[in-house]
């Protein structure tokens, strides 16, 4: 095994465990994401790690995907203001009953989120597989399974985030400024 492998697969383990355990805690949302995105490059490391022509359209497929969703996360989350205070929101509870005051923003970011997570049909799922199958066709199955298990953690974290947004209840409701 060539060095370089090995140094990726160490690297993409590490980051994997680490990032994940760490997101679970957080209740900031651009340090959750600040995490997840450790967790992302984790993944990336593995298709490196799998150094193949198949792991390289899978690096690119997948960097693909995980832009756009995180460009689509920030710009639903992250742009939206109180009407109030013109405040952004910050913390993970600014986030209660969005999905009541604002239903097609809350589905939106369900759907996104659903994408992150890995779950079919959607695009990360598949940007997902991609890079597995890579790792798998490559024989590093232990670095697979640890990435379905870190995947596995991201979904915590990330369904914690539709928990707040639909089902949590606060008794007073922020409204929020149009996006532009």
């Given at each position: 095994m ?7 697969m160490?690297?993409?383990m590490t ?9 679970l805690?957080?209740?900031k949302i651009?340090r959750?994401?600040a ?7 984790g993944?990336?490391?593995m ?8 792991s390289t359209?899978?690096i690119i ?6 832009l756009?969703?995180?460009i689509?996360?920030?710009?639903t989350?992250?742009?939206?203001q109180?009407?109030?205070?013109g ?6 509870r600014?986030m209660?009953?969005?999905?009541k005051t ?5 589905l ?6 659903f ?7 959607l ?5 997902k597989?991609?890079l ?8 590093l199955?232990?670095?697979?399974i ?7 953690l991201?979904?915590f974290?990330y ?5 707040i947004?639909f089902?949590e ?5 922020s409204?929020?400024k149009e996006m532009?």
């Amino acid at each position: 095994m060539p060095t370089q492998q090995t140094l990726f697969m160490m690297a993409a383990m590490t980051s994997m465990v680490w990032a994940s355990m760490a997101a679970l805690s957080q209740s900031k949302i651009k340090r959750l994401m600040a995490y997840s995105g450790i967790v992302n490059v984790g993944y990336l490391l593995m298709g490196l790690a799998s150094a193949s022509i198949s792991s390289t359209i899978s690096i690119i497929i997948y960097l693909l995907v995980y832009l756009f969703m995180n460009i689509a996360f920030f710009s639903t989350i992250l742009g939206n203001q109180f009407k109030k205070s013109g405040l952004l929101n910050v913390y993970l509870r600014d986030m209660v009953n969005l999905g009541k005051t604002n239903l097609p923003l809350g589905l939106a970011i369900v759907i996104i989120l659903f994408s992150m997570i890995g779950i079919p049909p959607l695009a990360g799922f598949f940007s997902k597989l991609y890079l597995f199958f890579a790792a798998v066709n490559s024989d590093l199955y232990f670095l697979a399974i640890l990435g379905l298990l870190s995947s596995g953690l991201a979904a915590f974290y990330y369904l914690r985030i539709i928990k707040i947004i639909f089902f949590e209840s606060s008794k007073n409701y922020s409204l929020y400024k149009e996006m532009d």
